[in-house]
């Protein structure tokens, strides 16, 4: 049998090992040369509940996650009961653990093995053996990965893997050689992250050095990723007391000069709006991660959902300029990210990063990005020929004002929350004020001339346009190809910023489709409303999503 | 040499003969002391009539919002740890909407001086209750009067075992001056709680009423017995005791713990592009 890509889901309960099976298994298929996609379910606890790790492989770059699967491997008998029916005809499933003999037509992991303690990497053995991965890749992965994280049970984990490889060789009869499926010369050449690693990095490749968090799923692992690279990096990054405490710490320490973040997701930034609104006053720039999970309130915590758009858009009080990057890869998690410490040092305020669970959990296989051409921030100048007095907020033609550091040169810097005149001194004066905002929205134009132009495929003239934005771009494109191959005239527009909105870069397109189609993990279509706001122009048609799940090509057409 | 004129003369905008004149005369003078030029200090503010202090005196300053002075001092001292950082503010920004903050900072020991105006009242706002107000305090806001019992920050300070805990009143400048220096030069948090008149909303406790009350701590006072401590920080009523009321030397401070801040301000720290290929050659 031969494949040209391979759908597999590891399900059962918190604890069992099905991340650490499935991160192995993903980092196997990339270094034999697969491209990946993984998506990741889970529930809000530590034991039990069902957990799912899908893993998309093929040749070609997987745009989304599928629900039919070639490979079912059960840990738990609610996984066999939940999967079953995604299950293609001949596909396989194995089972373990309490998943009992009424695994109908599965290849069951002997008793044995599951109640080593090893019953993780005793699966994983099976598995390798019947999707044709050799034993040697596999046994110097656990050797990397298990061997950092548990060096007293590395030989343990070695022996059980070999024990149940062997055991599958003799038998079970039916294999499938998933391994020719990769066979590209790409082997060897990929790396494997998630879209919060690709964020972390994208923040450490601008020079970021400061970051405050409160751990709120699904942003924390930006944080971790920095503090796993702190000491290597020169970075301070620190648990604040809570939301509130993290966005004025980095807005301090960015006072200061640090490239600042923060990370967290809804009800976190909920907290964090006050902050927000001090950085647009006091010009400060700061770059905030907002991973989306359902709301409102605490909703559903480890879910997906693209409905903090508005939210984000609004949040703080007062009038000021901001961008909003949404990345719909992991390649542009990197580098928007990156260009979001460039754009706050450039307008000096807040930028916004919005992902969410889906993207910020899936791991993908990518070339290692290229850091050539790629510069730090430099934050405000330190030493100066700038006579004195020195004013913070003069009031210049751009609105962008000379950025000191406070202790750096003789030069007082002055900061405030109250409006302010330009050496920064708090005053009631409201001719200054009208002139402070004029000067504040100004810099509407620094932040408009840097706009990431929307992604297009199709043909010129489409008559249906398929629009996305963020984490929906990959499932919005295995549809729009999938109509293509079948003869429609469709067209993919995707946005990876979502404001400020130019206008000139996509509204010729959508005026001369027949059709337009917004694509959007929320109930109401809130980006699709941001464009009639914006532009008049208004999208009739939505596919929205509001379950919880990430898209599939599949559940796009079906509703189209 | 730093010269008190170099912190400047300002008009503020403080009502005649409010406590907040002597705390800013003793803060100068204590920046004098400590031979500190305006450019090496930041002040950091929130929002009240005592979170005004900083734009009456020449250094550099983050006027932030109501409650968050420190989270933005900690923030400001961890970027550049060669700064000395005050946050200072009321005690309503301080004890009431920055409390959490407050007990935080106290367990970092991180190296900044928070000053706190306790005025027992909120002055800005017009005379409501404060954290810090008696139990029966009237006000606009509590006809029948405060039903809450009074924050004790410098108990709660003790408890948390702050470096560094003093109480001074602003009508005697002299002591209050001492105090900051101490503070300042203390390496680690340190806390001044400084009694300050209120003359438009709080009648109760006047200067009249801290004059009666306020004492000195007696000589042979030992700061450093924490059980002393806290039972010297229960004392508020007939006699109202002024001084260092606790000093622990020797607790790690918070900055020195990262070692990215071991080689200087993080404004001034390259970003070493072979170390990130490294970092991401490892995720293959
Ligand atoms: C988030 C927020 N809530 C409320 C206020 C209104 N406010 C301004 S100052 C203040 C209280 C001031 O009292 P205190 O901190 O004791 O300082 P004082 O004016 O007495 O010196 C309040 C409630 C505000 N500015 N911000
Ligand atoms: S209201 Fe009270 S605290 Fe404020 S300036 Fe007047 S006297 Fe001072």
Redesign the interface.
């Known amino acids: 049998m031969s494949f040209d890509e391979f759908n597999i889901l590891i399900g059962g309960e918190a604890g069992q090992g099905l991340v650490t099976i499935g991160e192995l298994l993903s980092r196997a298929m990339v270094r034999s040369g697969c491209y990946i996609l993984v998506t990741q379910g889970y529930q809000s606890r530590i034991r039990g509940g069902h957990n799912t790790f899908s893993i998309r492989a093929g040749a070609d770059l997987p745009l989304a996650p599928q629900d039919e699967l070639d490979v079912l491997v059960a840990l738990d008998p609610e996984t066999l009961d939940l999967h079953r029916k995604d299950l293609k005809k001949d596909g396989l499933i194995i089972a373990s653990g309490s998943v009992g003999v009424d695994a109908d037509g599965a290849v069951l992991v002997p008793r044995d093995m599951v109640l080593s303690g090893f019953e993780n990497t005793a699966v994983l053995g099976v598995l390798a053996f019947l999707i044709g991965i050799e034993s040697a890749l596999f046994e110097g992965l656990i050797r990397d990965t298990l061997g950092k994280k548990h060096p007293e049970a590395l030989d343990e984990n070695l022996a059980a893997f070999k024990k149940a490889y062997e055991w599958a060789k003799t038998n079970t009869s039916r294999r499938m050689d998933v391994s020719k499926t990769c066979k590209t010369d790409r082997s060897g050449r990929s790396v494997m992250l998630n879209g919060n690693q690709a964020i972390a990095l994208g923040a450490m490749s601008a020079g970021a050095k400061f970051c405050a968090f409160y751990p709120m799923t699904p942003s924390t692992s930006v944080p971790l990723t920095l503090i796993a690279n702190a000491d290597a990096m020169d970075l301070v990054v620190e648990q604040a007391e809570d939301e509130i405490a993290a966005i004025n710490m980095a807005i301090g320490a960015s006072f200061c000069g640090a490239p600042s973040m923060v990370a967290t997701s809804g009800g976190g930034f909920a907290l964090m709006t006050e902050g927000i609104s001090l950085a647009g006053m006091t010009e400060t720039p700061v770059v905030i991660v907002v991973a989306q999970r359902p709301g409102p309130a605490t909703g559903l915590p480890t879910r997906t959902e693209q409905a903090d758009l508005e939210f984000v858009l609004h949040a703080g009080h007062g009038e000021f300029a901001r961008a909003i990057f949404a990345p719909g890869s992991i390649e542009a998690c990197f580098h928007l990210t990156h260009r979001a410490f460039h754009l706050a040092e450039a307008s000096q305020g807040p930028v916004f990063i919005l992902t969410d669970q889906f993207l910020a959990d899936s791991y993908r296989a990518v070339e290692p990005f290229n850091l050539e051409g790629l510069a730090p921030v430099r934050a405000g100048a330190r030493v100066s020929d700038i006579e004195a007095p020195y004013r913070r907020y003069l009031i210049t033609e751009s609105g962008v004002s000379p950025r000191l550091l406070p202790g750096f040169s003789r030069h007082l810097v002055v900061a405030d929350s109250d409006e302010h005149t330009e050496d920064g001194h708090l005053t009631e004066d409201l001719s200054v004020r009208e002139a402070m905002v004029k000067k504040r929205f100004r810099k509407w134009t620094v932040v408009l001339k840097e706009v990431e132009p929307p992604e297009y495929h199709g043909p010129e003239a489409p008559e249906t346009i398929l629009l996305t934005w963020g984490s929906s771009r990959g499932a919005g494109l295995e549809a729009g190809k999938r109509l293509r191959q079948g003869g429609e005239s469709v067209g993919n527009l995707h946005f990876d910023q979502v404001w400020p909105l130019a206008q000139d870069q996509f509204l010729g397109r959508l005026s001369s489709a027949k059709r337009v189609v917004s694509i959007e993990g929320n109930a109401t279509g809130q980006f699709a409303r941001l464009i009639r706001r914006e532009t008049g122009f208004d999208i009739k048609d939505r596919v929205l999503r509001y379950d919880g799940l990430p898209f599939t090509a599949d559940y796009i057409l079906e509703r189209l | 040499m730093v010269d008190i004129k170099d912190f400047g003369e300002y008009e503020t905008a403080w009502c005649p003969g409010c406590g907040n004149f002597g705390i800013l005369d003793a803060l100068k003078k204590a920046l004098v002391a400590c031979g500190l030029?305006?450019?090496?200090v930041?002040i950091?503010s929130g929002?009240g009539q005592a979170a005004?202090i900083?734009?009456y005196l020449?250094?550099?300053?983050?006027?932030?919002?109501h409650g968050?002075a420190v989270?933005?001092?900690?923030?400001?001292?961890?970027?550049?740890p060669?700064?000395t950082v005050i946050a200072e503010s009321g005690d309503g920004c301080m004890y009431g909407e920055g409390g959490?903050?407050f007990?935080?900072a106290i367990r970092r020991n991180i190296d900044i001086t928070m000053i706190v105006h306790n005025n027992q009242v909120y002055g800005l706002t017009k005379g409501q209750a404060s954290p810090t107000s008696d139990e029966g305090f009237v006000t606009k806001a509590q006809p029948h009067g405060v039903y809450s019992s009074p924050f004790n920050p410098l108990a709660v300070a003790v408890a948390l075992d702050a470096g560094f805990v003093a109480r001074g009143y602003a009508g005697m400048k002299e002591h209050l001056t001492d105090l900051i220096v101490r503070a300042i030069r203390h390496r680690g948090f340190s806390l001044v709680d400084i009694l300050q008149p209120c003359v438009s909303f709080n009648k109760v406790n006047t200067y009249a009423w801290y004059k009666e009350r306020c004492r000195e701590l007696p000589i042979g006072y030992d700061p450093t017995d924490r059980e002393l401590a806290f039972r010297t920080a229960l004392l508020f009523g007939g006699r109202i005791p002024l001084g260092v009321i606790y000093e622990k030397t020797g607790r790690p401070v918070f900055e020195d713990r990262?070692?990215?801040?071991k080689?200087g301000?993080?404004?001034?720290?390259?970003?070493?592009?072979d170390?990130?290929?490294?970092?991401?050659?490892d995720?293959?």
């Open positions: 030029g305006p450019h090496e930041l950091v929002i005004k900083p734009h020449n250094v550099n300053v983050f006027n932030g919002l968050r989270p933005v001092a900690t923030g400001a001292k961890l970027a550049h060669g700064l959490n903050h007990i935080s990262f070692t990215a801040l080689n301000p993080l404004a001034v720290q390259k970003t070493d592009f170390a990130l290929r490294a970092i991401i050659a995720l293959a």
